[in-house]
């Protein structure tokens, strides 16, 4: 059974750090990219960055370039969100994904993610 299990979020003031993380089971990890989305209330769910299997590429989306990180340890079966510098509007739901295909390449688009786990709360205040 695969799984993926987020933690690491909680309520932190504007201008804090919040490191996320997901935990991977059931799959080889390592020949997986991997990414992270996010949901705030009434949107839909975007996203936040990608990291290919042996960590060479990162991939961001433009709100969070620059203040997030994305990272992974392979043996540890674990990826990482490292988020900087919050803003109440990256207030929402953080969800990591393994992309559908193994050895497949990084990618934005939700479709191309079919593992979801089941999301961690941010919640960022002013």
């Known amino acids: 059974q695969v799984q993926l299990v987020e933690s690491g979020g909680g309520l932190v003031q504007a201008g804090g750090s919040l490191r996320l993380s997901c935990v991977a089971s059931?799959?080889?990890?390592?020949?997986?990219?991997m990414g992270w989305f996010r949901q705030a209330p009434g949107k839909e769910r975007e996203f936040v960055a990608t990291?290919?299997?042996?960590?060479?590429?990162?991939d961001y989306g433009d709100s969070v370039k620059g203040r997030f990180a994305i990272s992974r340890v392979n043996y540890k079966n674990t990826l990482y969100l490292q988020m900087n510098d919050l803003k109440p509007e990256d207030t929402a739901v953080y969800y990591c994904?393994?992309?559908?295909?193994?050895?497949?390449?990084?990618?934005?688009?939700?479709?191309?993610?079919?593992?979801w786990g089941q999301g961690t709360q941010v919640t960022v205040s002013s």
């Open positions: 059931g799959l080889t990890f390592s020949d997986y990219p």
């Open positions: 990291i290919t299997r042996t960590s060479s590429y990162t």
């Open positions: 994904a393994a992309h559908s295909r193994r050895y497949g390449l990084t990618s934005r688009r939700l479709a191309d993610y079919d593992t």
